[in-house]
């Protein structure tokens, strides 16, 4: 594929974060691209009301890099982002979420590992960033830490997320939604497992970085547990749950109910571990019985 030929979309799913939105943009703007491509902005604003409009007009009067602002009216994150494809231009998607902002060689990196011979797509590392102090036993338990892979590694679908992936446009079939609306939270899972058990190969680039903004909102233990209980529920919708997967958690909840005590003799960050764990197997085990612990699954506070 000769250089100039590649078109990069950056898209981008957002709802009443103005500030990192902005952020966000203006870090695009300055994206290297050593003349191997160009790219452009799609920005799909999930707020009826059109809050990020403002935003995206003031970065468009400021900056070379053509943007398209969408709206996608109904609520949900898999709405916005068929929306903000739909919209896109080029052979290549990037996703990047509204809370995170890349360094500067973020789209570079991902291009060069994306155009290896038999590559699908590309994914790289969200590493956690405060704008404030955050409590130490937060730091001292690594929460908000993402595992990271050596470049080349091949991923496995249960990893896939698009809070900072660059995908070949191929990967995406003609009329047909890439992301399931069903899912409210974990719908991009869902997309690299339907992807991945079609042949289509991701890979990791650990020199595409991005960082997420992780807001004193996140510190919160209350906010921690919720989204625990909120995985452990989406887990079950990706397909039927494995024997091991059920067994492995009816083992666990007592015996992580038994440990807590000593957990918190360890310390904060020992003891909201285990219970972040504990969370996750009773949302698992909640929705096989279907119940759901969680009315509202966006959760944000």
């Known amino acids: 594929m000769k250089p100039e030929s590649s078109h990069i979309a950056v898209c981008l799913c957002t709802y009443k974060r103005p500030q990192m939105l902005k952020r966000l943009l203006d870090d695009l703007s300055d994206q290297e691209t050593h003349g191997a491509f160009t790219f452009s902005i799609v920005v799909a604003d999930n707020d009826q009301s059109q809050s990020a409009e403002a935003v995206v007009s003031a970065f468009a009067t400021r900056s070379s890099v053509p943007v398209t602002y969408c709206v996608e009216p109904r609520q949900g994150i898999c709405f916005a982002r068929n929306r903000a494809i739909e919209h896109a231009t080029g ?94 939270r974990g719908g991009d899972v869902d997309f690299f497992r339907r992807m991945t058990e079609k042949g289509r190969i991701f890979i990791w680039c650990d020199e595409a970085v991005v960082y997420e903004v992780v807001p004193p909102v996140r510190w919160t233990r209350s906010f921690m547990l919720k989204r625990a209980l909120l995985r452990g529920t989406i887990a079950s919708r990706r397909g039927p749950l494995r024997l091991s997967s059920i ?55």
């Open 91 to 184: 052979n290549f998607v990037a996703f990047i979420d509204d809370d995170e902002f890349p360094a500067r060689c973020w789209l570079l990196e991902l291009f060069r590992a994306c155009s290896a011979d038999g590559v699908d797509g590309v994914l790289g590392p969200v590493l956690r960033h405060f704008d404030e102090t955050p409590p130490q036993w937060l730091i001292k338990g690594n929460f908000y830490k993402r595992p990271r892979h050596s470049t080349g590694f091949v991923i496995h679908w249960r990893e896939g997320r698009t809070g900072n992936v660059l995908l070949k446009r191929r990967v995406f079939e003609p009329d047909e939604p890439p992301f399931d609306p069903n899912f409210h």
């Open 247 to 301: 067994g492995r958690s009816m083992v666990a909840v007592p015996a992580y109910v038994f440990a807590l005590p000593f957990a918190f003799v360890l310390g904060q960050h020992r003891f909201m571990d285990l219970l972040i764990r504990l969370c996750d197997h009773i949302g698992k085990l909640s929705a096989l019985m279907g119940y759901k612990p969680l009315k509202n699954e966006y959760v944000t506070d």
